[in-house]
């Protein structure tokens, strides 16, 4: 998979497809050649930011899809499918590699630690890699998959904290990892629904992380902060410090299920409940809002039930418990990981559903109150449909194509991994000895 | 204040019942057809190799028929002609300038157009080639002006008369016939050569002959001996031979002897200049009777021959 991302940027398009329940957002990105600009007008690499342009992008109504996993394969393909030819016919250009994100397939974090004697004083590189390699593999459960793994953390004898351990002299070198596991089935459906539609997977993150990545600003990766990317079935959570996500999790609620809330309360279709959740939702009824009557019609045929009126602090009202227990969920899950301890608690609100009225205001009451909410990075090219907050996990992927963390350590597996008698060992054997 | 009733009015405009609309999703097909169109070579193919293909198909198909191929010559044909044959192009006067009567005469015969024709079909460099064979003709110029073919023509000027044995004819400077004389009396302005081989030597000729103008009252004419040296033959029946190089300065030298010692005056038939030192005359016999009679040593024997 690798490979395969290194050969769709050398071939310079790649695409982006964020399958979420909602909607499914496809992003064409086109890679001129890195550091295109860096002599032009002084403009560093920027992570790789400015590597890429958005030369596509569409949107579709998601189908078939629910709580962030694929529920029914065909309807997503078609979905899909619909997404990638849009984005194509406005990329004019034709796709053959994609980079995925799933949001939900219970993400599960684990921390790991490894450590080993340096043989020489100086760190190498095949020292990180024996670090790596000594992390002890946790009991992820079967059928599930690593999706995430990022040395976090490297310690040096009595220096901890390093990033960057190599050339430094020392002892031991210990190295603390995060290690994120999905449902193995869940990603195989995707892939499926990818494959089935000609393309090729590039590859694949997770929802939670790659919208940190987009609506975290630096000093909040680098000081601690946790992105709550707000889905339409599923609201992830991750948490960076030093640049690394240390955590990731998912509350398997997201805005769908205030759409169906308000379908359910008020008696009216799905459609119509997005619609007075989009226009007149909200989560802090105030006086004005007893006396602002929303017409919700229906198609019944009877007057009396076509002609129903409800305040908006009634929609208020049913909104709001359903937000409260979403945020509540995810103070659980804050707590759970610990998120108190971090010298910074910054909280960051993204996705879809962070756009209702007042969140803000009920998320710092719930979770503490540092939050603001986020938006995604801009990004060259992407059109001003595709800047909103729902956008922050595409973004985010983009950025994680053309600059993937998990690439940082990218080492050889050390000598001791491989068979006795590889051919690899005597090489290295007559390199440490001659 | 405003009672509290009054504010129910304020609502916004009435949500209009969604249909849900076909799904959008393009087929499987569809979406690999979009996809394959979409790819460089494919689409290059349609856009430009495929109507290329059509075009060059349909026209080959169409010349593969012989009589089509044969209809189409002869539209073309038949085009050519009718633009050649415009009065634009129409050629009716012949005018020769700077040709003598007679020359004039001949190429007016020797010119194998009949006018009026089209400028196309004279072959001008054919037609300059014809006159220019002629060998009166020095140089021509041939061209087409608004109608008319105007040939101007530069004849040869005769320097000099060669005799020879079927007749008298015309040379130019060069040696370049000219024409034939009936009789010699018909040009008596212009010098006589005659002998093998004088129509190559023209050029020496003419030279020998102008540093021998004090002498051209009495000089008959040039005789080419042997296709290597100049006669020069006086009245009186007295011949100067020239020598093979140097024959201008040996007439000059004659010239010099005449003035000095009255040499031409004198009664001999030959004067060999062919020895520049040792200039020799062959006395006539009244001469040389003359000469043993004043010396004194008179023989019988020019008297018996």
């Known amino acids: ?434 | 204040m405003r009672p509290l009733g009054a504010a129910t009015l304020v609502a916004p405009p009435r949500p209009a019942p969604r249909v849900l609309h076909r799904d959008p999703a393009p087929s499987r097909m569809r979406y690999k057809l979009n996809r394959l169109w979409l790819t460089p070579l494919v689409r290059g193919l349609a856009r430009i190799g495929l109507p290329l293909v059509l075009i060059v198909g349909m026209f080959g198909l169409w010349l593969g028929d012989a009589g089509q191929r044969a209809a189409l010559a002869d539209r073309f044909e038949a085009l050519k002609t009718q633009i050649q044959s415009r009065p634009e192009f129409e050629v009716s006067l012949l005018r020769i300038e700077g040709a003598s009567p007679a020359v004039d005469a001949a190429i007016r015969t020797m010119l194998p157009v009949t006018l009026p024709a089209s400028s196309f079909a004279l072959d001008l460099g054919r037609l300059r080639a014809t006159i220019a064979s002629l060998d009166a003709v020095a140089t021509v110029d041939l061209r087409v002006q608004k109608g008319v073919l105007a040939v101007q023509v530069v004849e040869r000027v005769p320097a000099v008369l060669w005799r020879h044995a079927a007749g008298v004819e015309m040379l130019d400077a060069t040696g370049h016939r000219i024409a034939t004389v009936i009789s010699r009396d018909l040009r008596p302005e212009l010098p006589l050569i005659a002998g093998e081989g004088a129509a190559e030597a023209v050029p020496e000729a003419l030279a020998v002959l102008a540093a021998a103008a004090p002498l051209l009252a009495r000089a008959r004419g040039l005789v080419r001996i042997g296709a290597r040296r100049w006669d020069l033959v006086l009245d009186r029946d007295q011949r100067i031979l020239l020598p093979e190089t140097g024959a201008v300065q040996a007439v000059e030298r004659l010239l010099a002897l005449d003035r000095a010692e009255d040499l031409l005056a004198r009664d001999f038939t030959h004067l060999d200049l062919r020895l520049a030192a040792r200039p020799t005359l062959r006395l006539s016999v009244d001469a040389q009777e003359e000469f043993l009679r004043v010396t004194g040593r008179a023989t019988t024997s020019a008297v018996n021959r």
């Open chain 1, 1 to 434: 998979m690798r490979a395969m991302r290194k050969a769709a940027i050398q071939r310079g398009v790649i695409a982006i497809l964020d399958v979420g329940t909602s909607k499914i957002a496809c992003l064409v990105l086109r890679f001129d050649g890195p550091e295109k600009l860096r002599s032009a007008d002084g403009v560093g690499p920027m992570a790789g930011q400015s590597d890429f342009r958005v030369i596509g992008a569409a949107t579709t109504r998601s189908r078939g899809v629910r709580f962030g996993e694929v529920d029914t394969m065909a309807e997503t393909e078609r979905a899909i499918r619909t997404a990638v030819q849009m984005a194509q016919k406005m990329a004019n250009v034709r796709v053959d590699h994609v980079i995925a994100c799933i949001a939900g397939a219970q993400p599960r974090s684990y921390g790991l630690a490894g450590e080993v004697e340096l043989h020489e004083g100086q760190v190498g590189e095949a020292d990180v890699a024996r670090a790596l390699a000594a992390c002890e593999m946790p009991d992820i459960g079967p059928a599930r998959e690593v999706l995430h793994a990022h040395p976090v953390n490297f310690a040096l004898d009595h220096r901890s904290g390093l990033g960057d351990p190599r050339g430094h002299v020392g002892q031991r070198l210990a190295v603390d990892m995060h290690l994120l596991a999905v449902e193995a089935d869940a990603i195989q459906n995707l892939v499926f629904c990818i494959h089935r539609c000609d393309l090729e997977l590039a590859g694949i993150a997770s929802s939670a992380y790659v919208a940190g990545i987009a609506a975290l600003v630096e000093d909040e990766q680098e000081l601690g902060a946790a992105c709550i990317d707000l889905g339409g079935g599923i609201s992830g959570v991750s948490v960076f410090i030093k640049k690394h996500m240390i955590f990731a999790d998912a509350v398997r609620m997201g805005g769908e299920h205030i759409t169906s809330d308000i379908s359910k309360g008020l008696q009216v279709p799905v459609s119509v409940a997005e619609r007075l959740k989009t226009f007149h939702g909200g989560v802090q009824a105030t006086g004005m809002d007893d006396r602002e009557m929303i017409e919700i019609g229906g198609d019944s045929g009877d007057w009396e039930k076509d002609r129903r009126r409800v305040s908006r602090a009634e929609l208020i009202g049913i909104m709001r418990p359903r937000v409260e227990e979403i945020l509540e969920e995810l103070r659980a899950l804050l707590d759970a990981a610990g998120f108190d301890s971090l010298p910074s608690q910054q909280i960051v609100l993204t996705g879809g559903a962070s756009q209702i009225p007042g969140l803000d205001g009920l998320a710092a009451r719930i979770l503490g109150h540092n939050v603001r909410l986020g938006r995604p990075l801009r990004v060259q090219g992407l059109p001003q449909a595709a800047t909103g907050a729902g956008f922050a996990s595409a973004v985010g992927l983009a950025l994680f194509a053309a600059h993937p963390q998990d690439e940082w350590w990218d080492f050889e597996i050390p000598a001791e991994r491989y068979p006795a008698r590889s051919l690899k060992k005597a090489v290295r054997w007559f390199r440490d000895n001659w």
